[in-house]
């Protein structure tokens, strides 16, 4: 059977890009189809994969927004495996992620001169508005980066909707638990003053969420202690190696098969 004319878009990070290459194990061979192909298989129709390494969900926006106002009469189906909230990215070259280099401050000769560069800004964001903020702080760095990633969400959402194209999205990269955060305490002499109750009321109470059309978004609303989940959560013992926890081939299976199971849900 031909594939139709039409075809998916995909955009996302290292867990979609095509070219993705493990920097742990530099000799593998990481060419095994990615889950936007597999899922292109299952739904016979092309795919795009326009997914880049290292990206943050500001790059993956942008990127998804301009393809489909080119193209918006031949794109089926958009698919976004978002990525980390902490990342961000200028002019849509240099590419940041703030948790590295606090988290592992004594790798800071390691470091690119880029994020060496911004180091002292990461500190600053991250000590003043998330570490010397509370529950009880309305603009804290936590409930601010969530909250752009769901705006980030909404407008490719919204996007499609008027376009009249099919989406579904998930996050398959990153996490947004406490946890997550509290590793960054390596460069800090106080702690994170939050308690979990804390943390997860502060994200239920973010109004953007209840905008998201959840039945389009696999793990809604994408936080365990709300009875949701993120992909790269649910492929344990499916990922490259114990230091390379990008999804093997087994993994972006998988994948495919939430995004093709959420797909069949809403579309069929």
């Not at 998201?212 to 959560?233: A, E, M, Q």
Request: neutral net charge.
């Amino acid at each position: 059977m031909s594939k139709s004319s039409k075809y998916i878009l995909a955009g996302g990070c290292s867990f979609t890009d095509p070219n993705f290459l493990s920097i742990p194990h530099p000799d593998m061979d990481c060419s095994w189809p990615k889950w936007p192909e597999v899922l292109g298989e299952y739904l016979n129709l092309k795919v795009v994969n326009i997914a880049k390494s290292g990206v943050g969900n500001d790059y993956i926006t942008s990127q998804l927004i301009q393809n489909i106002l080119k193209d918006h009469a031949n794109i089926e189906l958009v698919v976004v495996g978002w990525t980390e909230i902490q990342r961000f990215g200028i002019l849509d070259i240099y590419r940041f992620n703030p948790m590295t280099s606090l988290y592992r401050p004594e790798s800071y000769e390691q470091f690119t001169e880029q994020t060496k560069a911004v180091t002292p800004l990461f500190k600053y964001l991250y000590g003043k508005f998330l570490i010397d903020r509370t529950f009880k702080d309305y603009a804290n760095l936590y409930t601010e980066q969530v909250t752009y990633w769901f705006k980030q969400m909404w407008q490719v959402q919204e996007l499609c909707k008027v376009l009249n194209i099919k989406f579904i999205m998930a996050p398959v990269c990153g996490s947004i638990t406490l946890a997550k955060y509290q590793q960054i305490e390596n460069s800090f002499d106080s702690k994170i003053p939050w308690t979990e109750v804390e943390w997860h009321i502060a994200y239920g109470r973010i109004k953007e969420l209840y905008d998201l059309d959840k039945k389009h978004y696999i793990g809604y609303p994408f936080l365990k202690s709300l009875y949701g989940f993120t992909l790269n959560d649910k492929i344990k013992g499916k990922e490259i190696s114990d230091s390379d926890l990008h999804p093997n081939a087994e993994g972006h299976e998988y994948i495919a098969r939430k995004y093709y199971e959420q797909y069949s849900k809403v579309y069929s």
